[in-house]
């Protein structure tokens, strides 16, 4: 038996105490709660990130339709014999503006987009009205986000909204 400072007896223990385990559990815990939610908030953020490509990658198309469209022959009836003519701005504005929902302006600027982006982003969208664009990415992330195609008013090229 050991005598401390004071003169009192102390027993020499060969363990850990009650207390000290459950002091040591706690703070691994503490610190696996830490590790967990940052590796979930960064899956939050990578979905983030990717919506926001896709956006930038559809508004990109979009864009180069519209500059690919403008001066070149359009003859949107090929059986009218009337000769068709070079294309405005304003007509271009106007067949975008004529396809009315997202997933026909989508069809639109299609040859600008590959493959797999396209069928990925018809595949996903569930809106019957097909004006809420969705990828995998974007129904993940919360709060679900989607692209949306509105009219084009003039001005600059039409824009690509990633909503809410």
């Not at 919506?51 to 059986?79: C, H, I, K, L, M």
């Not at 493959?115 to 595949?123: E, L, M, P, R, V």
Request: glycine fraction near 6%; aromatic fraction near 8%.
């Amino acid at each position: 038996m050991k005598i401390n400072i004071l003169g009192q007896s102390r027993r020499q223990s060969k363990g850990f105490s009650l207390v000290e385990v459950l002091v040591v559990i706690a703070i691994i815990s503490i610190l696996a709660t830490l590790v967990i939610s940052s590796f979930s908030n960064a899956a939050q953020d990578s979905r983030e990130i990717m919506a926001r490509q896709q956006q930038a990658v559809v508004q990109s198309a979009v864009s180069n339709w519209v500059a690919s469209e403008v001066g070149t022959f359009y003859d949107p009836d090929p059986s009218d014999t009337t000769p068709g003519r070079f294309q405005s701005i304003g007509d271009v504005l106007s067949r975008y503006n004529a396809a009315s929902t997202g997933l026909a302006r989508l069809a639109l600027v299609r040859a600008y987009l590959d493959d797999s982006t396209y069928s990925h982003i018809t595949n996903n969208t569930t809106d019957p009205a097909g004006n809420q664009l969705k990828s995998g990415a974007m129904t993940k992330v919360t709060p679900q986000r989607y692209l949306q195609m509105p009219n084009w008013v003039g001005g600059s090229y039409p824009k690509v909204e990633l909503l809410p």
